[in-house]
Structures are given as C-alpha cells and as structure tokens.
C-alpha cells in the first residue's frame, strides 16, 4: 500500500516537473523579439476570409493559433509575408493553424500583394480596421499567440524571418 | 630598369591607389548624415516625407481628396527609433519638444484633430484605420532591441526647426532621460534634393 503511494507520488512529481520544464523552457529561450504575455483571454475575432468564410477564435480551442495582422503598405509586413507562406505546409493545422489579419485594406489590394508572395494564404479581411484596433498590435505587423485555451501567450514585435531555427525551434516546441 | 626596380615602383603606385580609395571610403562612411543619430544606447532617424511621397502614399490608397489637401498642409516628420540598451525606453510623444528657429514652441497635430477632420469629410472607416496605423504611437515602452517608427505631424513650417526626443528609461522611469536632438530638420517640398 505505502508502495503504491509513493509510486503515486513520484509519477505526479515527474509530471509535475515535466510540466514546469517545458514552461521554463518557452520562457527562458525565447526567440529574439518574442515576449510573454499574461495569459489573458484572447479577444473576439470573428472574420470572413477572402472567400467568405467566417472564422471565429472561439471555435478553434484545442490548437495553438498564430494570429498575425498587417497591411500590404507596411514595408517590414511586405518583408516578412514570404516567411509566413514557406513555414504555412510546414504545420499541421489541426496543431497549429496560422491565422492573418488584413487591416482595413481591399480585397484588391490584398490579392494583388499575396498572389504574387503568398499564394496559399487566404487572410481575414479586417475590412474596417476595428478588430486590429481591439487588439491593439504593438504597431504592423505583430503576431500574437494564442494557446489551445483560448489565452494570450506570446507576442512577436514586428516582422522576422520565421523560417530561421530559433523561430522554427519555438514554433515546433509550442506544438509539442 | 631591373626587374625588381619595375616591381616595386608598380606595387607602389598600386599602395599609393589603393590608399587613396580606402580614404575615400572611409570619408564617405563617417561623414555624419543629416537627422541620423546613433551611440550604444539608442538609434534614432528622421525622415522627412515630401508632399509627392504623400501623395502617391494616399491616393494609392484612394483616400478622398479632400482627406488628401488636408494632410499636405502638414509637415510630415517619421521618427525611427530603437532601444539599443535599456531593458526598456519609454516613447512618450508629449514629452517631446518641437522649436522653431526662435526656439518658440511648435504644437504637434495630434489624433484628436485627425478624428474631427476625418469625421467632418465623412472618411471612411478603413480609411481612418490606415491613417490612425500610419502614425507614431502615443506611448510606447520599448523594449530591448524594439523599433518603432511612425509619422509626427507639425503645422508647415517654412524655416528650419528643432525636434528634441526626451526618453524616460527603466520600466517604472527611474533611469536617467536619454535625450536626442536634431537641428536644422526642414519640412520636405518636391523641388529639394536629397
């Protein structure tokens, strides 16, 4: 009986560190440009895509999101959008689903952009910028993280290469 | 002339080019560049936006005209600025100053005019959105190795000013202010040359 007691005790504690080490792990090596957030709820994102259908956060527990606004006239976003579309395949989205968010721009403005560097991604239009500004991005582009509950994890500042290790190493460990 | 004489004198003509090319290099590379300032702590650059940038900025995006005139009224100053060094560096546009060639004062145009201009020609939402996007922030605690870039907008000026950037540091603002001027900054028309 003592035996299975401390049998119990010693697999909690494995779990137990087990699930301090990978936190300790995604906080302590961070990638460059990365930041913490306090794990609030994520706020309402309902949004057609560019063929009209409708994609609510709320609907998408169970899987990490990567939640990214831009605009085609910010230069670091125009940078950075063929780094999203070579790590898109990469990704199971039933794991991690990458999620973009037009601010406030046309469909024709945006087709004529991501046709030509991003082909497979089919954004959100945030047709009149009040998403955007409901979340208030520390500027364009910025990437949120939201975890399989629904809550704010991490916050990337403006535009990386995201197909450089550091970037793929978190991405993957998020996923893990 | 021997052979050796003949090499040498070849590599020194060769030393005395080369030379001569690496000073020139060299000047150009430190000659300080105009509205650029940079140390260990922060990098910071102005740039001046002519009304033809404006112009083709917002027309391709099909704002009104009207919205159009409105803004090339102004003087449009875009402020880059990264922390190079303090866990953070705290952007605070009102702390900033703006003198003319008098050292008097300039206000700054800040968002509320924007929202009632835009407002009064009925702009459109996404149209304010884009503009709101395209300003510096407020307010901004800047993190280690975080840019930020953004435009501040002034009444036209026809003379040269000064803009004076005056950072708090530290997360509670307990560090010294790190202040960064520049002089001579002009409002861009189309005719100057860079």
Known sequence: ?176 | MNKVLKITLIVNILSVFILSFSNFIFAAETKPKKNLYEDTEVYMRLVLRTPEQLIAFYQGREFKQEAIDKILETCYVTPIVKNKKFDVLWLELDSWQFLDINNKPISRIKRDYWKEQWQEIKLKRAHQSTFGWTLMPEVRDLRFDEGVGGSVILPWQTKPFTVIANFPTGADKNGPVKSVTFKGVECKTDIEQE
């Not at chain 1, 939640?67 to 579309?85: D, N, S, T």
């Not at chain 1, 968010?101 to 024709?108: G, I, L, M, Y």
């Not at chain 1, 979340?135 to 990437?143: K, M, N, S, Y």
């Open chain 1, 1 to 176: 009986m003592q035996n299975r007691y401390r049998a119990g005790i010693s697999v909690a504690l494995f779990f137990l560190c087990f699930l301090l080490s990978q936190n300790s792990i995604a906080e302590a090596s961070l990638p460059k440009g990365l930041m913490k957030l306090d794990g609030r709820p994520a706020l309402p994102l309902v949004l057609n895509n560019m063929d009209e259908e409708t994609f609510d956060l709320s609907k998408k527990k169970g899987r990490w999101l990567f939640v990214h606004f831009w605009a085609a006239w910010c230069g670091p976003c125009r940078r950075e959008m063929p780094k999203i579309q070579a790590i898109f395949p990469k990704f199971d989205p039933a794991k991690l689903e990458i999620v973009l968010v037009n601010t406030a721009e046309s469909e024709d403005t945006v087709f004529s952009f991501l046709g030509s560097v991003a082909p497979d991604l089919n954004p959100l239009m945030d047709t009149d910028g009040l998403v955007t500004e409901a979340w208030q991005p520390r500027g364009l582009p910025a990437t949120f993280f939201v975890d399989p509950n629904g809550k704010l994890q991490y916050l990337a500042l403006g535009g990386r290469d995201w197909t450089e290790p550091e970037y793929l190493d978190f991405l993957n460990k998020l996923i893990k």
